[in-house]
């Protein structure tokens, strides 16, 4: 499914996230719906909040550009991360290390690369 075209208002997304300097870059695991995590694919330009810890609800939006078009539950990626509050939030989640994809619950985790 990777292969497969993106919706033209997802690909004017891609390509204003491709046109910045990504905020932050990070190994993202997207849990399989078995562990929680979405019951779908996210296209290449998804956006969600990131939260810090998982007890935690301290966090900030952010834009993921991936290689691919579509990243499936389960599998693990790397991602350009574009945060709304810029550096600012990416220093935070730089020295947390580890953060967490959040979809009125935890679908995924990341590590900064």
């Known amino acids: 499914m990777s292969d497969l075209p993106l919706p033209d208002i997802f690909m004017d997304r891609v390509h204003d996230l491709a046109g910045k300097t990504p905020d932050l870059i990070a190994e993202v695991r997207f849990f399989p719906s078995s562990e929680g995590g979405r019951n779908g ?22 834009r993921f550009l991936f290689e691919q078009n579509w990243v499936e539950p389960g599998e693990t990626v790397t991602a ?27 679908v995924g985790e990341a590590a900064v690369i």
Do not use: S
């Open 41 to 62: 694919p996210v296209l290449n330009g998804y956006g969600c909040p990131c939260i810090l810890h998982r007890e935690a609800r301290e966090g900030n939006d952010a």
């Open 80 to 106: 350009k991360l574009c945060f709304t509050f810029g550096l600012e939030a990416a220093n935070r989640f730089r020295q947390v290390g580890r953060f967490y994809l959040w979809e009125d619950k935890i």
